[in-house]
Structures are given as structure tokens and as C-alpha cells.
């Protein structure tokens, strides 16, 4: 008989989900406009891609706050040290990126003179005088900060993916809801 699954309790699955969805919606968002020539609809895409930033940023806020008050499900005794390992490095670099990659994006728009305004109705504060230098170097960050997310959101897919396929361990389904649970 395989070994039991330790679950994620729903909060930090709806946390889970809901961060993945939205990065999954901002990155190609992000992607698409940067190009794009200006236009009243690229603004309003710049738009929907802060109100998404800004969300996953208090969402992962939130999230860091509820993982360091409830400990997180243990991983199977069967799982090798080094996937351990690399398993908490992956998830603390996930979650540095995930205050990060807003961050940087409010500061670039702050030094572009871009004034962030959550859902169109919250103005948040600059964090910087505009400075079109500094604007320039934040975009070079911001954008390489999503990189640098999008390889480890791979990474962490790929994880699941062995975990599922090829271990056949039960990993996956600790972050599952129950609906979705095999």
C-alpha cells in the first residue's frame, strides 16, 4: 500500500492556484505589449498588467505570512535529500521573485513617471522621482527577473511532471483540491 499524502490545507492551495493563474495570465500579457506600438489599448494592457503585479504581490505577501504561521505537509520519507533540497531553494527563489518582479516593475514605472493605480481606483505612492536612466535600468531588471521566473517556473513543472510521471509518487497531489485528486 503506497504511503499516505500529507495535503496543503485549502488556504494555501487557493493561495497556490490563484498566484499561478494570475502569473500565467501577466508574463504572455507582458510579453504581448512591450512591443506593441503606443496606443490607448497598449496603456490600458500596461494597466491590467500592474493591477495583476500588484495583486500577486500582496498574495504572496499573504502567502509568505500564512507558510511561516502553518508548516507546509511534509515531503514523502522516500523523497532523496537533494530533491529536498533543491525543492526549499526553488520555492524560497519562487517566492523572492514573485515580491520581486512587482517591486521592480512599480519602481520602473515610478522612474518612467508612470504613477501605478490599482484596479484604476487605489493610486499607489512613487517609490522614485521620475529619472528616465534609472526607468531604463529597471526595465532591464524587470524583465530579466521574469526570466529568470519563467526558468524556474519551468523547472518547477518539470518537478511535477517527474513526480507524477516517472517517480509515480503523490507529490502533485498535495497541493491538489479535492475535486482534482486521483
Known amino acids: 500500500m503506497s504511503e499516505p499524502v500529507n495535503r496543503y490545507n485549502g488556504v494555501a492551495m487557493s493561495l497556490h492556484w490563484l498566484a499561478a493563474l494570475l502569473i500565467f495570465a501577466t508574463f504572455p500579457l507582458g510579453v504581448y505589449m512591450h512591443d506593441l506600438p503606443l496606443s490607448p489599448a497598449k496603456l490600458q494592457y500596461y494597466s491590467y498588467h500592474k493591477w495583476i503585479g500588484v495583486t500577486i ?37 519562487l517566492y523572492g521573485l514573485l515580491l520581486a518582479i512587482p517591486l521592480s516593475g512599480w519602481l520602473m514605472s515610478s522612474a518612467k513617471g508612470f504613477q501605478t493605480v490599482w484596479f484604476g481606483v487605489l493610486p499607489l505612492p512613487d517609490l522614485v522621482g521620475k529619472d528616465k536612466a534609472l526607468g531604463e535600468l529597471l526595465t532591464t531588471v524587470h524583465q530579466g527577473l521574469n526570466l529568470t521566473l519563467f526558468l524556474l517556473v519551468g523547472m518547477h513543472i518539470a518537478a511535477v511532471i517527474k513526480h507524477k510521471f516517472i517517480d509515480h509518487d503523490r507529490i502533485l497531489e498535495r497541493m491538489l483540491p479535492k475535486g482534482m485528486r486521483k
Do not use: Y
Open 57 to 93: 504581490f500582496m498574495l504572496v505577501v499573504v502567502r509568505v505570512v500564512w507558510r511561516f504561521t502553518h508548516t507546509p505537509p511534509p515531503l514523502p520519507a522516500s523523497t532523496p535529500r537533494w530533491e529536498v533540497v533543491v525543492s526549499h531553494l526553488t520555492h524560497l527563489a
